[in-house]
């Protein structure tokens, strides 16, 4: 489903999730029925592995359903999903990689750092100069070229759609730091499909 | 004339894409932009870049895991219900 129909579904969830708690397992299918896209997608977008992504869809419905008495709805039911979903794929990542740079609260030097490099004006449909296959091998691929906290970011607030500040609480961090990695995603991937997108002929120069 | 700097304008560009600047400010951007060519080129690619992500599902769920998923959940359920 996607992310712009889940916001308008909270009350509904409400309810399902109530009956859900009193043992409808009728109620709780409906919920994973609701979100099992948007939580797989997650999922595969942080740890950059389909064996690990199935999961933490697995992991994340069973710890809602085993926990489903200790949501107390003070959140959103599909923002506490994604936090369990979340921690579940960080978790993979570390242990798959023993990678340091899975830290959330990494801090760079946001002075120094060059956040563009390459200027080029792209097609004015750069997606159609693809296949569907192969527009999606080079998207996947510049998602997965970013260190894990950003494409967290990124994947929680571009592609699920959270607001800022369910980002920033669902991952510990201040509003501001959601916003500067964010901006860095952003312009990352931009430099990285620069090189497929770029209109024909024009040159590439560096800046700022 | 617009006093943005390229740098004021590359902090402003998340919210002015996310539709989160006050008039004033997107005022000053787009005097900006219209009088700078690079910034023009990242914002607008900046923006395809999230009209194309937006526009691509590149993980649909494989019917496979689906099912795997409704399995576990199965078990999960009868074996809480064999407990009381
Ligand atoms: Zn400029």
Redesign the pocket.
């Known amino acids: 489903m996607h992310p712009e129909a889940a916001r308008t579904n909270g009350r509904e969830d409400a309810e399902l999730v109530r009956l859900a708690q009193e043992g409808d397992a009728e109620a709780f299918a409906k919920l994973v029925a609701r979100y099992e896209n948007s939580i797989f997608r997650l999922a595969r977008n942080i740890t950059q592995n389909a064996e690990d992504a199935e999961d933490v869809l697995q992991e994340t419905f069973l710890k809602a359903y085993e926990h489903l008495g200790e949501f107390r709805g003070d959140s959103k039911f599909y923002t506490w999903l994604v936090r369990i979903a979340v921690n579940q794929a960080l978790m993979k990542l570390r242990r798959r990689k023993s990678d340091r740079s899975v830290s959330l609260d990494e801090t760079f030097d946001t002075g120094e750092e060059t956040l563009v490099r390459e200027i080029a004006v792209w097609a004015e449909d750069p997606e159609q100069l693809y296949s569907q296959e192969e527009l999606r091998r080079i998207l996947a691929s510049a998602i997965e070229s970013l260190p894990p906290i950003f494409r967290t970011v990124f994947a929680l607030r571009d592609i699920e759609e959270l607001s800022t500040e369910e980002t920033a609480q669902i991952l510990n961090l201040s509003v501001p730091a959601v916003k500067s990695r964010l901006l860095r995603a952003r312009l990352r991937l931009r430099e990285h499909l620069t090189r497929y997108f770029k209109r024909k002929g024009d040159d590439v120069f560096a800046y700022l | 004339m617009s006093l943005l ?2 740098e004021d ?1 590359l902090k402003e560009l998340n919210d002015y894409l996310d539709d989160a600047t006050s008039p004033g400010l997107r005022q000053e951007i787009e005097a ?2 219209a009088q ?1 060519p ?2 023009w080129v990242i914002c607008d690619t900046t923006r395809k870049t999230l009209r194309i992500y937006k526009g691509t599902e590149l993980y649909p769920l494989p019917p496979q895991v689906h099912q795997r998923l409704m399995e576990a959940l199965r078990r999960k359920i009868t074996e809480r219900n064999g407990r009381h």
């Open positions: 700097t390229c304008f900006h932009l700078c690079n910034c």
